[in-house]
C-alpha cells in the first residue's frame, strides 16, 4: 500500500490554501509488477473515496533533496523512519506515526487485502484531519 500517497492526496483533497503537499517512498521501484500493483490499488482507493483527481500518477522515492526544506515531514511507522535513516538525514522536524502496511501487524491474511487497504486509508485520513486542525486559522 503506498501510504506516503494516500497522506498527499488525500491532504491535497482537502484544497487548503497555502498547504502543499509531496510524498516519497524509501523503496520506490517502478518497474516492478508489485509496486505498479500497489499503485494501481491504491488509485482504486482514492477512485472509492472520491479524490483520484488529487493524486499524482506516480511514486517518487525519496531523496535528501525532497526530504530538505519541508515544514513537516511524516514517516508512516518506526520501520519508515528506519529505512528512511538508511537513505537521507531526517530533519529535525520529522515525526513518525504508528500506521502498519499490508503484511505488518495484524494486516497478514491475504483474503483481507480490500478490509486492510479502507483500514489504512481511514487510520492516515484521521491522522491529517488531527494535523490540519492544529494549523493556525487563516482570517
Not at 26 to 43: G, H, Q, Y
Not at 48 to 74: C, M
Request: hydrophobic share 40%; glycine share 4%; aromatic share 6%.
Amino acid at each position: 500500500m503506498l501510504r506516503s500517497l494516500i497522506a498527499e492526496t488525500y491532504l491535497r483533497s482537502l484544497q487548503l490554501p497555502g498547504v502543499m503537499a509531496t510524498s516519497s517512498g524509501t523503496n520506490v521501484d517502478l518497474s516492478s509488477k508489485t509496486e505498479r500493483a500497489f499503485f494501481a490499488n491504491t488509485i482504486e482507493l482514492f477512485k472509492h473515496h472520491g479524490i483520484v483527481e488529487y493524486a499524482k500518477n506516480t511514486s517518487d522515492q525519496l531523496t535528501q533533496e525532497r526530504a530538505d526544506n519541508q515544514d513537516l515531514t511524516i514517516c508512516m511507522n518506526q520501520r519508515v523512519v528506519d529505512e528512511a535513516k538508511a537513505i537521507v538525514l531526517l530533519p529535525e522536524n520529522t515525526v513518525h506515526w504508528d500506521i502498519m502496511d499490508i503484511g505488518e501487524g495484524h494486516r497478514t491474511v491475504r483474503e483481507d487485502v480490500r478490509t486492510y487497504e479502507e483500514e489504512i486509508f481511514k487510520e492516515i485520513a484521521a491522522r491529517v484531519d488531527e494535523l490540519v486542525n492544529q494549523l493556525p486559522a487563516t482570517t
